[in-house]
C-alpha cells in the first residue's frame, strides 16, 4: 500500500466591513491570490476534484461578518466549501479501512481592518474544520472509512476577533490556512 500527502491551500477572505465615517472617505478592497498545487509523492494516486470529477483547486471564499454586543466580531463562511479526494489510477480504490485525515500546517490572518501588537501579530482566533472535525496541527480523520475511489469534503472556517484587534474604520480581512491531507491508495486493481 501506499501512503502518499498532499497539501491544499485554502484562502479564505472577508468582504469590507466599515463603522460610520465621514462622507467623503471610502472603502474598496481587492483581493489577489494565487495557489500552488501539491507535488503528487506517488503520482498518479490521488487528487482533488470538484463533485463533478473536474481537477479542484481552491478559490477565494467568502465570509460573512457579525458584530457582537462588546464590540467583537465573528467572521463565518457563508458556505461550506465541498470538493472531494479521489484516485486518480484507473481500477484502484482506496484500501479497506483507509481513513482520510487532516491537520493545519499553518494560518495566516491579516488585512487593513486589523490591530497589530508590538510583535506584529494579530488576536484573532481561526478555526478550521472538515466534515464537522475541528482541525489542529496533529493529522485527523476527517473521513473514518472510506469507500470506493472517492471521499467527498465539507470545509468551514471562522475567526472571532476581539475588539481591541479590529480599527474603528473597518476594512478588509483575510485568512490563508495550509491543509494537509493524507490518504492510503490500494496498490494492487480493485476487484470489480
Request: proline letters at 6%; hydrophobic letters at 40%; aromatic letters at 6%.
Amino acid at each position: 500500500m501506499k501512503k502518499i500527502v498532499g497539501l491544499l491551500s485554502a484562502g479564505i477572505i472577508a468582504t469590507s466591513f466599515s463603522a460610520i465615517s465621514a462622507p467623503t472617505d471610502g472603502n474598496l478592497n481587492f483581493s489577489f491570490q494565487g495557489v500552488i498545487p501539491p507535488a503528487a509523492v506517488s503520482p498518479g494516486s490521488w487528487k482533488f476534484v470538484d463533485l463533478s470529477g473536474v481537477d479542484y483547486s481552491p478559490s477565494t471564499l467568502a465570509f460573512s461578518t457579525t458584530r457582537n454586543s462588546d464590540g467583537s466580531y465573528f467572521l463565518s463562511m457563508v458556505n461550506p466549501e465541498v470538493f472531494a479526494i479521489e484516485v486518480a489510477t484507473p481500477n484502484t480504490n482506496f484500501t479497506t479501512g483507509s481513513k482520510i485525515k487532516a491537520s493545519v500546517a499553518s494560518t495566516i490572518i491579516n488585512g487593513s481592518a486589523l490591530n497589530v501588537d508590538s510583535a506584529g501579530s494579530v488576536n484573532a482566533t481561526p478555526s478550521i474544520s472538515i466534515n464537522g472535525v475541528t482541525l489542529t496541527d496533529s493529522p485527523q480523520d476527517v473521513v473514518s472509512t472510506v469507500t470506493g475511489n472517492r471521499a467527498t469534503l465539507s470545509l468551514s472556517a471562522q475567526v472571532d476577533l476581539p475588539k481591541v484587534s479590529v480599527k474603528n474604520t473597518g476594512g478588509n480581512v483575510s485568512m490563508t490556512s495550509a491543509v494537509i491531507f493524507s490518504a492510503d491508495v490500494a496498490s494492487a486493481p480493485a476487484v470489480p
